[in-house]
């Protein structure tokens, strides 16, 4: 196990690598631990930029001065390096979207020692490839991520969480998606539980509050629910996907699961096959024989 | 080496005899795209009417080596859709058929040749909208959003395409047929659908394409505020940011462009302002409402003389209509123009603006200023005259603007795309190094380097052997260069 401390480190390590014809598995292999600096927070531009090996705690430490979050809240406490790679979310992936909705400029070393830039630090640029996107869900397989440029959000006001116990869980997912309320998570905990949770202003979370109960039933709770949810996420066996009209289905077949209904992830007590298919997984194999032709990264 | 009959024939057994153009005054048509300066004629214009067809005339190209373009409705204003001499252009305007509404998933699938507008009017009565509204959307086609990852004005809040769309049915540029994501969200593996969106047609076809569509808002407010200078309204920007309000649009306009809007449309802007701006806020009603105060509160205190709020919708709509239509509105202020998309930190918007403002007046043209605040993407339109050799001029100025983006962190464009117009000027923002990375992604997807070659990537051809840093540029060391 090496721990970097530099991009420069890290192509070192991986040029070597190349050289003498070993693999490296990068987290195991190779990882960023040591490279844990906030770069850049500008507080008026809603990004930062950091080194990868920086953990999502100490990352919200560093912005919380400033009244801002990166909206990322997968199980544990991961780096974002991870994150990216592992395409690693939680609850408030219903707004706010996964690592690959927050990233907008990545440094990557690739399997020769090679560093290259893509994206940048400002929200919106599409200029050149998004290489940034696609190393979300690579798994260390195409590069080394160094540096990572993030979209932030404000730091809500207030928050509130309600969980609804019911029978009939996909009855009231589907009646709140079909509502002009704004979650930012929506977790169905099946079996018998939803819960949601509304941020921001306090007057618009009280109003949203009501709305819900008005609307499915259900009672504030306090936030542990959330926790609850990452740690049935963090200790689920499988993961697979469903179109969001089809949770009823999906929950009759299934014993017990977290739902993220709204963008289609479910985690399962029971192992779940790979669903990719051949036509992606040769395509995924081409993208990673050009970046890494020698094999390197395992 | 031209087509040969052979190969024309093939061709149009694939699509119908009636579906391919070959005649010289019809293929003009489609020899540019929005951004008009740049022409080709392309040997032969195909339209498929599926995903089968796109791929047999596909599969014809990969076999014989023909480089293609695909092509929606010629909106995009980078030459994102140039036609390659000697190579021919797929028009994906037939396949136009919203195939599948699911509201339950909050999901439309459509074909690539639906205009971008359509897919809101299609599920609008049942409170739903597709958020990307490039200024062109009446037109614009979804197949060519995918290509560029069209933004538009709402995208500060709800993101751009990339953000939109959850699967792609795509014909790779060997024919092969891949689907990319579904209606779900997140599949396993890198990105391939994040990386495809944004690609400039360079990676494949999209032929179907499954977009999410959002509710409509509980409340929307549409507030107009006028400041004495760009610096306030630029302030002004930045501290509503700053105070944790997500507007769902924050939209500026200068001087000239706020004059040449009022006398197109009459949208009743205020009189004597040198910087307007548009700020919408959608979402819970009490929140709106807090936030439209707060609104009009930083703008005064920036300096702002005026700050109104849209009464109804009909005034909301002409508010807009001066912003969206300020491009055309332009050509009545100057003969020609050309429309830069740089972006900034928007931190640095007042910095940026003042130093538009210092080249505009070193080269001796004026420039415009229209465009998104909120995320920082510049649309600064240089005046001028064609006739009076003025060109070289204009052309001069915008790369300054562009350097002065790139200056201060930004990038080369928001959201028009690199196309053959910033190609060249891809290694002031990304090193020889990026470049390369980029082809491997290319390559990935075309090996052959035939689906629309020239694009996005610079090489010699277009480029010149410029002294610099692509006297070797990754096209060249692969042996790519003299293809082009």
Sequence with gaps: ?298 | MPLSPAVRAEIGAVVGGRHVITEPEQLRVYDCDGLTGWRATPELVALPGSTAEVQGVVRICAREGIPFVARGAGTGLSGGALPVVEGIVIVLTRMNRILEIDLASQRVVVEPGVANLDVTRAVAADGFFYAPDPSSQQVCTIGGNVAENSGGAHCLKNGFTVNHVTGLTVVLPDGEVVELGGKALDPDGPDLLGAFIGSEGTLGIATEITLRVLRRPEAVTTQLAAFGSTDAAGEAVSAIVSAGIMPAAIEMMDRLTIVAAEQAYHPGYPEGAEALLLVELDGIAVQVDQDTAAVDRICRSCGAFEVRVARDDAERALLWLGRKGAFPAMGRMSPDYYVQDGVVPRTKLPEVLRRIGELSREHGLQVGNVFHAGDGNLHPLVLYDAAKGETEAAKALAEAILGACLDVGGSLTGEHGVGVDKACSMPKMFSERDLEAFERLRRAFDPEGIANPGKVIPTPRLCGEVPGPYRQHPLELIGLGERF
């Design chain 1, 1 to 298: 196990m090496a721990s970097v401390s530099s991009l420069e480190q890290a192509s070192a390590a991986l040029r070597a690598a190349s050289a003498e014809g070993r693999t490296v598995r990068i987290g195991t292999d190779l990882d960023a631990a040591g490279m844990s600096l906030v770069l850049e927070h500008e507080a008026g531009d809603l990004t930062c930029t950091v080194e990868a090996g920086i953990r999502l705690s100490a990352l919200a430490a560093a912005l919380a001065p400033s009244g801002q979050r990166l909206s990322l809240d997968p199980p544990g406490d991961p780096t974002v390096g991870a994150c990216l790679a592992g395409n690693l979310s939680g609850p408030l992936r219903h707004r706010f979207g996964a690592p690959r909705d927050l990233v907008l400029g990545v440094t990557l070393v690739l399997a020769d020692g090679t560093i290259v830039n893509a994206g940048g630090k400002v929200v919106k640029n599409v200029a050149g490839y998004d290489l940034g996107k696609l190393v979300c869900g690579s798994r260390g397989r195409l590069a080394f991520i160094g540096r990572v440029s993030l979209r932030l959000h404000p730091a809500p006001v207030a928050a509130a969480t309600i969980v609804v116990e019911t029978g009939d869980p996909a009855s009231v997912a589907a009646e709140l998606l079909a509502s002009q309320l704004v979650p930012s998570a929506l977790d169905v905990l099946h079996p018998g539980r939803v819960a949601v949770l509304f941020e921001g202003g306090a007057a618009a979370v009280a109003a949203q509050v009501r709305a819900t109960r008005a609307l499915v039933g259900g009672d504030e709770a306090d936030h542990s629910v959330w926790e609850e949810s990452r740690a049935r996420q963090a200790a689920a066996l499988g993961r697979t996907s469903l179109a969001p009209g089809a949770l009823r289905g999906f929950l009759e077949g299934a014993p017990a699961a977290v739902v993220r209904p709204a963008a289609g992830i479910a985690y399962l007590s029971t192992a779940a096959r790979d669903e990719t298919p051949e036509p992606v997984r040769l395509l995924q194999e081409r993208v990673r024989e050009r970046f890494d032709p020698g094999g390197v990264l395992a």
